[in-house]
């Protein structure tokens, strides 16, 4: 099933894609600052506040004080002022942000309302006594896991209030109310496309079969091409087509008009500007992108590990010949992966998609950052079930980029502690809707060649 979208095929050139197995060198990214800035300022280029989910639609509760300095210097600033509102890691890049060629991302693995209300979570129960929202002393409750509540609080982790903050692309996961995720996210500006699994876990439950996800903000990126690979195919682990649960999308970044006149902005600049031109396609500088969301094998056996490695592999086969049939430049699209791979970073499936170009802009923030603390996990939880049971903590899910082909990462939304978590025992709890982190992340796309 496959819903909100256009295809446009262009002609194929000639030409064979692939991803480039050797990395560009990210210099860039290691600069923390510029020779014109002192050792104080740069200690400021990478500002670290705490994260939660829950306080999403709370952020940016402050003006920047005084007045706005025309040089760059001051404009600098004023960014990282941003940032630390918006409570991320940022990273210093050579000259002005292009906001016509950043690309925000959410990443987030909702949590299935069929697995919700049967994996026997340590830190919630589904219809249970925390259905007030803790209203009445969350000290004494549990978490209530029931979708009419905890839909909710994934629209507003995922969403903002601010139209230039919200973020252009949200890749999910286990999708199983996708009517209700398209219904909400409209009223945000968003289209999406929908894959569901055959072969879905929620069968067994007589729920609803989960699937992956993208939705898109309309003003930023048209949808030119979609691609669903293996669908459909006859059995679930077929290797000649298991890529997965895999859902690919290309895009055309719109470009902000030039300014009007009177001195009205045109672009992304939200509320602040009233005569706001609609984005156009400006022909010859057109910035073709492709966003791949992924959720591979979940087992964690040999097996599991040797199945999530053949299903990576069919997944770049399958970008590759999705970008040759589609793009018109195969030699300078973008790409994105975001995903549940249910691999550490480590694994064989993390570092051949390294191994292809891609890299992590988690990885690649905390080590601009130089905070070895960054990013311990991004899922932990901890279940009582007869076949699931046991603690479960570490790092499965990415943001990955096209660095390889230019693309750099200006900041991501940092990840919260265990002490930043209201539960001793994980995810899902309060202010934390889903057994797995939303990571967020603004991936800067090279200028159009």
Known sequence: MCTGYTVQQ??????????????????SLARVTRARRNAHEAHDSCVKMEFSPARMNERREE?????????????????ADADARANVYRHDVDGAIDLGRAIDVVQFNVLADGLAANDSFASATYGGDGADGGASGRESETYDLTFERRGREIIRAITSSERATAPDVVSLQEVDRYDFFESELKKHGYAGIFKED??????????????????????????????????PRSRKDDPATNAGKTLMARFRVKRPVAPSVGGVFGGYLGGIVKAVRTPVFSGVDLQELI????????????????????????????????????????DNVQIIIAGDLNATPNEACVVHLRGRGMRSAYDDMSAASNDTMANKFTTWKTRTGLFKNGEVKHTIDYILYSAHR??????????????????????PTFGFPSDHLPLRARILLPPSK
């Open 406 to 427: 230019g693309s750099k990462v200006v900041s991501v939304a940092k990840l919260p502690s265990e002490e930043d978590i209201p539960s001793s025992t994980g995810l």
């Open 291 to 330: 966003v791949v969301n992924t959720h591979l094998e979940s087992a964690k056996t040999v097996d599991g590990i040797i199945t999530r490695l053949e299903q990576t592999k069919e997944m770049c086969r399958q970008l590759n010949a999705f970008a040759t049939n589609l793009c018109a430049d195969v």
């Open 63 to 79: 003006k920047v004080e005084g007045e706005r300095a025309s040089d760059a210097d001051a404009d600098a600033d004023a960014d």
């Open 10 to 27: 262009s002609t194929p050139p000639a030409r064979a894609f692939a991803l480039e197995t050797s990395l560009r060198s990210i210099a």
């Open 198 to 231: 055959p072969w879905s876990p929620c069968r067994k439950f007589g729920a609803p079969n989960d699937g992956v996800a993208i939705f898109y903000k309309m003003e930023k990126l048209e949808l030119v091409g979609m691609h669903a690979p293996g669908v």
